[in-house]
């Protein structure tokens, strides 16, 4: 399955932008591929945020029940 690919332009703070070059040199890859990996980590982790955050009444429901 082919993965689609938008070109964008976004505005990175200079030292995080060091830190990626570094972390994708000393990986033998390319910045937008680490870049894409931090993403999808950052994602995952905020779904997982929101999701803990929308069930945190229910677990005082469930005890009370």
Request: net charge positive.
């Amino acid at each position: 399955m082919a993965v689609e690919k938008v070109k964008t332009t976004i505005n990175i703070e200079t030292n995080i932008l060091k830190e990626l070059k570094l972390i994708a040199d000393n990986k033998n890859t390319t910045q937008t591929e680490i870049i894409n990996k931090i993403l999808k980590k950052g994602i995952i982790l905020e779904k997982q945020a929101e999701k803990q955050e929308k069930t945190k009444g229910n677990n005082f429901l469930k005890l009370a029940a």
